[in-house]
């Protein structure tokens, strides 16, 4: 854990303290809010008040950190600000890239200089990210200091570099981007990105996940190679809407045509792909923006992992302003906003993620529409009310309720797109809580020019939730889906059903610093891919 806010006098100060609160808690049995808060009023701190959770965290990290006290993940758990951050399993770590000119025009996108297009200089990300100059090892090891200093697990990084077009950054820009994230990670430098990714399957702060955002146009076989050589293993593209006279208005850049090719040759590369689709755009109504986001799950040629709705926000800053002023572009009201998500919501399938269903922009900078930045919640309240679920995986998972291995039943569910079959597996509990899932593709063949994926089944991704663990921990005892091999019995469904359906082998769009994890289930690095050869499947 980095221990940089506390120094070692200060350390050594509250130690006896922090030992004592932690054998409280241990003699009481409870890792409740409730007994934390009333173990801090048995052991005040020397003058007045009572421990920060803050410092409560450090010093325990360090306590353990020099063998004084053992990992007890139900501590940390109490001790833990801000628990949902790393509810999902891993820690999200974001970064920018620095401003950059992009190829697009969009009407609805914001400029401003200081940032890279698209973002706003007071949106949280955007805020840290011009603190630290852009510079991707600062803003790296900055978000996991905060992450270990509010009693987070950073083992597994989940690194995602936002700002703007990635494709059309230089590319010994974006190689040096991203072998400074892995040096923050691996707390060294290195001499070349392929010696930080060596470096990284072994560190503290382990690479779980590289996500990148891109631009349907510019996505083709040479840049999947190319992403795959960094260590990207999710993309995430603005498709905005599935019309080209809406696309056209709104001067995208880009057609559908490009959109649901660009998703088919990354789903053949095993890539997990998030989908950005902004309801509201100049041209649009509420009814013909529902029938947009049915188009998602009815071509198979679309049907995202995952999914950013985001409602077109009018910025002052943005071209759409003018059309605006001239009353050709009508935001929704708040009500209709409502109404509208909530139906989309519904016409999710249970293999998509709804990441957001509104953009983080500062109030002060929307000049009409709404400003309604708890949407999701106000949507959950109306869709309660009136009886109404949402069955994505967001919606669905177990998030820090626990979950005994024993308890999940596997289900299995196949659904065909453009150029593969795909087998959705998942570990459910007895009330339809998601604890685990993997994505298996079974291909036709595809014109990417990576020699490792011939013949091969792919596992696109395999996640297990529950509150983020550190590499090693088995949840103190508790029911948690983390740590209790369900990933390997994931794998091993998935082997059966690939060799079951002719596949001689089994390829993994392994990150960086979860390969030793497939070295450990029998997979060898080939390529940028883990693979496995499968046995012939008997009669």
């Not at 001499?191 to 349907?216: D, M």
């Not at 196949?414 to 899932?437: C, I, M, R, W």
Request: proline share 5%.
């Amino acid at each position: 854990m980095l221990l940089k806010e506390l120094d070692a006098p200060e350390l050594e100060r509250f130690a006896p303290d922090v030992r004592r609160i932690v054998q409280a808690l241990h003699a009481d049995g409870h890792y409740t809010p409730e007994a934390l808060r009333a173990t801090l009023q048995r052991f005040p701190r020397a003058g007045s008040g009572t421990y920060a959770k803050a410092e409560l965290t450090r010093t325990y990290q360090h306590l353990v950190k020099t063998g004084e006290l053992a990992l007890d993940a139900r501590v940390l758990k109490c001790l833990q600000r801000k628990p949902m951050r790393t509810i999902s399993g891993v820690a999200p770590v974001t970064v920018l890239t620095k401003p950059y000119p992009c190829p697009g025009k969009c009407i609805f996108c914001p400029t401003d200089a200081r940032m890279p297009k698209s973002y706003l200089p007071d949106e949280p990300g955007a805020m840290r990210a011009e603190q630290h100059a852009f510079d991707p090892y600062a803003q790296t090891a900055s978000r996991i200091a905060a992450f270990a200093g509010n009693g987070h697990a950073t083992d597994k990084i989940e690194l995602l570099i936002l700002g703007g077009t990635w494709s059309s950054y230089r590319r010994d820009y974006q190689e040096w981007f991203v072998q400074r994230c892995f040096d923050a990670m691996n707390g060294r430098d290195s001499s070349c990105l392929a010696e930080a990714h060596a470096w990284n399957q072994t560190a503290q702060h382990r690479n779980v996940g590289l996500v990148v955002e891109t631009r349907p146009d510019h996505v083709h076989a040479e840049e999947i190679r190319w992403m795959r050589a960094l260590g990207v293993t999710k993309v995430q593209m603005g498709a905005q809407s599935l019309d080209d006279n809406i696309l056209e208005q709104n001067q995208r850049g880009h057609t559908v045509a490009q959109t649901r090719a660009a998703v088919t040759l990354l789903r053949a590369a095993g890539f997990k792909v998030v989908l950005h689709w902004m309801p509201n755009l100049l041209g649009a109504t509420p009814q013909s923006d529902l029938a947009d986001f049915q188009k998602l799950w009815d071509d198979p040629a679309l049907q995202p992992d995952e999914i950013k709705i985001y409602p077109c926000s009018l910025l002052a800053n943005a071209d759409l302003y003018a059309y605006w002023q001239r009353g050709e572009y009508h935001p929704y009201s708040d009500e209709t906003l409502v109404e509208l998500v909530a139906a989309c919501k519904q016409l999710v399938p249970r293999y998509c993620r709804i990441n957001r269903v509104y953009r983080d922009i500062p109030a002060p900078n929307i000049v009409a529409g709404s400003t309604c930045s708890n949407l999701r919640e106000v949507v959950q309240r109306q869709m309660r009310a009136a009886g109404q679920r949402c069955l994505c995986l967001r919606c669905r998972e177990v998030r820090g309720n626990g979950a005994a291995a024993g308890d999940l039943t596997l289900d299995s569910l196949v659904y065909p797109a453009a150029q593969s079959t795909e087998h959705f597996l998942s570990f459910n509990t007895t009330d339809d809580k998601l604890a685990g899932y993997l994505r298996l593709s079974l291909p036709a063949a595809a014109e990417l020019g990576l020699a490792e994926l011939e013949g091969a089944a792919i596992v696109r991704e395999v996640h297990v939730y529950g509150a983020a663990l550190p590499l090693g921990a088995d949840g103190g005892g508790h029911n948690t889906a983390q740590h209790s091999g369900l990933g390997k019995r994931l794998l091993a469904a998935a082997e059966r059903i690939a060799s079951a359906h002719g596949y001689a082998r089994l390829a993994v769009i392994a990150a960086i610093g979860t390969r030793e994890y497939y070295r450990r289930a029998g997979f060898e690095l080939c390529g940028t891919y883990m693979l496995r050869t499968l046995p012939a499947a008997t009669a």
